[in-house]
């Protein structure tokens, strides 16, 4: 067994690995070693001055905590680094000012009620009516439309005038813009006259109610009512 052994020391020195058969044949002359006993883990007695582990790393663990100061966020204003509204990335004290803070109640004033636009009764412009009375015979004639062409002439004249071969054919005009009237020449051979004033050939002349209108020898009264 002792020869054996020896062997099997010098093949381990020469050839640190062995193959399974090999070590087959030296297995039988290794003796077994003794099983080793249990190490008690519990109730350990204490060496005098020593502190128990489980109190040493408790003062360990509160000696870390003393050292490491609270860090505040150096993002202090930057939102990405508040971890998206949750609190991460704020200073101790800026987390307890943001809980003890309450959000103010608004009042809701109640919506006042529009009041309706009233209507506007429209009325209508006050149209003033022009007349042309023939002092000779009474005869009167209303004044239409913007222009009036007064003379003897079947075609051509609105307001003809008859029994008078003194008067033109277009003798003058009588226009009416808005509410005002004027009176107008025509280039006639007789003359047109405003208050026994001869008017200038196709000048206009403001008239106003009860002026008096010749044509050549025939009168007329302008009225407008």
Not at 63 to 92: I, M, N, V, W
Not at 176 to 197: H, I, P, Q
Request: one cysteine or more.
């Amino acid at each position: 067994m002792k020869q054996q052994m020896k062997n099997l020391n010098r093949k381990l020195e020469s050839q640190p690995e062995i193959d399974e058969k090999e070590w087959e044949e030296y297995e039988e002359y290794i003796p077994e070693l003794p099983p080793v006993p249990p190490v008690p883990t519990m109730d350990l007695p204490e060496a005098e001055g020593e502190i128990p582990e489980v109190e040493l790393l408790q003062r360990m663990d509160t000696a870390k905590e003393e050292e490491t100061p609270y860090r505040e966020s150096p993002y202090e204003d930057d939102s990405a680094s508040r971890g998206f509204g949750f609190g991460f990335g704020l200073g101790k004290s800026e987390i307890e000012e943001t809980e003890d803070e309450e959000e103010k109640t608004v009042f809701l004033a109640p919506a006042e009620e529009e009041e309706e636009e009233k209507t506007v009764l429209l009325v209508p412009p006050t149209q003033i009516t022009g007349k042309l009375i023939r002092c000779a015979t009474g005869e009167e004639f209303v004044l239409n439309g913007s222009m009036n062409i007064v003379g003897k002439s079947k075609i051509r004249a609105d307001i003809r005038i008859q029994n008078n071969p003194a008067i033109g054919n277009v003798h003058c005009k009588i226009t009416r813009e808005e509410n005002a009237f004027y009176l107008e020449d025509n280039k006639s051979l007789n003359g047109t006259y405003l208050e026994n004033v001869k008017l200038k050939p196709e000048v206009k002349t403001l008239l106003e109610t009860e002026n008096r209108i010749r044509l050549a020898d025939e009168e007329f009264i302008f009225r407008a009512e």
